[in-house]
């Protein structure tokens, strides 16, 4: 009955058997929580209360400045309108588990705040009319006021309250932070209605960052002879397309942040290496590696920059795979695509494969040259003269065809396949081969191709290179020797103030420098590297 093809009798009889199903829930379930009353309770929880010594002194933040020039692009972009960036708010998991707070990428950008500390919080760029007649703006944060002990909510606010969450920065700090003017998110509605309409001001939003301003925006824009959410849907995409664009060129100080996160993933990449030997014993040594990685993310930064993949033997073919829940088997393959992110929410991508026992097979060797191949070769496509972004990926996809045409797995030449009709070698790299790094892991993902594929480097891109070759178990135009075999190998590179692109990653790449390097690693120097790192930043 798969089909559901109810006969008159089976509903009828179901109808019966539901007439005396409960309607309602029951009342005064205590679920195991605490409840908080009683007048003894109400007497005593509001006095005698010293300075609190976890409440934390705010400095500006160091990317204030550069937030400064970010707004000043992005109102370059779209003069004259209101631009509505909310931080984001907190993603329900499960009944009254939240995922952990990240702060939204655009607000970061042009706010200079990172980490968790602005939940429900709002950005609105509003249009000034200087006296030239060119048009500036002035930038409020509109906040959801910090429940601290003056207010009655502070223990019974679970989500908010200073007794669950700890101190939180109030209106004074957020402005000690920024620089910016601090008011009441209860301001936020009038003030999106002021001057808003058709012979007036125009709005535009950053959606899906936070439903409740996407509502509020859209009933005030309703409401104002703006139109509805549809009507005004390309217009926020457009502000999100610029604000991306914003983001492609990092300044200096943008670059140095990058700069650390990669180094503090190749340390992370590093303690992998010394836990290699135990997780090859233990039955899900994907898991542990992954755990490992992310737990110097958590020592050194705020988290995970995206979801790792941990990938041995087989599973490394799978581009997007992230049950990490694999035994490390000897002789396979293991790759590790990870990054850290910052506290200040910038953040790196690096991956690198590498054999589970510490030695490459002939073929594994041969595999991973020939990816490491088609990297240099973009690198070199990427330093000469006019080169734009795009030529690094067609460069790695020569290199490809090549290196599958010398391997006997190319069913076709490689000049056939280099045709714009052939492409065959896609088959086993089916992917792009890099993307912009900042704030975001892809980040600048919705620019224009003119500031993105096909933009000239310019001194302050950041951007990964991310070549592979994937084999999979089940190929049958692959040599067995072959299947099963998956190898990425990713780097972070920048453009220089001279215009060289170059590496920023700085550890093993070559098949000989990966044995070397797994060979320096064990269990007994894991502990020693949080302490030298804790004492490299005394």
Same mark, same amino acid.
């Given at each position: ?384 003269? +006019?080169?734009?972004? %795009? =030529?690094?990926?067609? !460069? ?6 090549? &290196?599958?045409? #010398?391997? @006997? ?28 790094? +900042?704030?975001?892991? %892809? =980040?600048?993902?919705? !620019? ?6 096909? &933009?000239?480097? #310019?001194? @302050? ?78």
């Amino acid at each position: 009955m798969g089909d559901h093809a109810y006969s008159e009798e089976s509903l009828a009889a179901l109808h019966a058997l539901a007439a005396g199903n409960d309607t309602e829930p029951a009342k005064g379930k205590g679920s195991g929580s605490l409840a908080l009353k009683g007048k003894g309770f109400e007497d005593i929880i509001f006095t005698n209360w010293g300075e609190n010594p976890n409440k934390k002194q705010y400095e500006r933040s160091p990317f204030a400045d550069d937030a400064v020039k970010h707004r000043a692009e992005l109102v370059s972009k779209i003069p004259g309108e209101r631009l509505v960036i909310p931080a984001g708010t907190l993603r329900h998991r499960t009944w009254d588990i939240d995922f952990l707070f990240r702060t939204g990428t655009a607000y970061a950008h042009l706010t200079g705040l990172g980490r968790d500390l602005e939940a429900d919080s709002v950005l609105v760029i509003d249009p000034v009319l200087e006296a030239d007649g060119t048009a500036g703006y002035h930038a409020t944060i509109y906040l959801e006021p910090a429940i601290d002990r003056s207010n009655p909510r502070f223990f019974s606010d679970a989500k908010h309250g200073e007794f669950w969450v700890g101190p939180r920065p109030l209106p004074a700090d957020f402005h000690t932070m920024t620089g910016l003017e601090i008011k009441d998110r209860t301001e936020l509605e009038a003030a999106l209605r002021e001057g808003a309409g058709p012979d007036g001001i125009r709005i535009r939003l950053m959606r899906g960052y936070d439903p409740s301003v996407d509502a509020l925006v859209n009933r005030v824009r309703e409401e104002s002879g703006l139109g509805d959410a549809d009507t005004n849907r390309a217009l926020d995409a457009t502000l999100e397309e610029r604000e991306d664009e914003c983001r492609v060129v990092k300044t200096p100080r943008e670059v140095a942040e990058i700069q650390k996160a990669v180094e503090a993933t190749q340390r992370g990449f590093d303690r992998v290496a010394d836990i290699l030997p135990i997780a090859r014993q233990v039955k899900r040594g994907e898991r542990l590696l992954e755990a490992t990685f992310t737990h110097s993310c958590r020592y050194e930064g705020n988290y995970i920059s995206f979801e790792t993949n941990a990938a041995s033997g087989p599973r490394a073919t799978i581009l997007d795979y992230h049950a990490n829940d694999h035994a490390l088997k000897d002789g396979d393959l293991f790759l590790l695509d990870a990054g850290i992110e910052l506290d200040s929410l910038y953040g790196a991508d690096i991956t690198r494969t590498f054999p589970v026992n510490g030695k490459f097979t002939p073929a594994q060797r041969k595999i991973y040259q020939a990816v490491l191949d088609s990297a240099d070769a973009a690198i070199a496509a990427a330093n000469k003269p +006019g080169a734009v972004y %795009h =030529d690094m990926i067609d !460069a790695v996809m020569v290199s490809v065809a090549h &290196s599958l045409e #010398k391997l @006997g797995i190319l069913p076709v030449s490689a000049e056939e396949a280099l045709k714009p009709d052939g492409h065959q070698q896609y088959r086993w790299l089916y992917h792009g081969t890099g993307h912009m790094m +900042g704030l975001d892991c %892809h =980040d600048s993902h919705h !620019a224009r191709n003119e500031f993105y594929p096909d &933009s000239e480097f #310019k001194p @302050g891109m950041v951007f990964t290179l991310e070549p592979g070759l994937y084999f999979d178990a089940a190929d049958l135009l692959v040599p067995e020797e072959y299947r099963g075999i998956g190898v990425r190998i990713e780097d972070d590179l920048m453009v220089t103030e001279s215009g060289e692109v170059k590496l920023m990653t700085t550890f093993a790449r070559t098949p000989d420098e990966i044995e070397t390097w797994l060979a320096a690693h064990g269990p007994e120097h894991y502990f020693d590297s949080f302490l030298a790192q804790d004492a490299a930043c005394a």
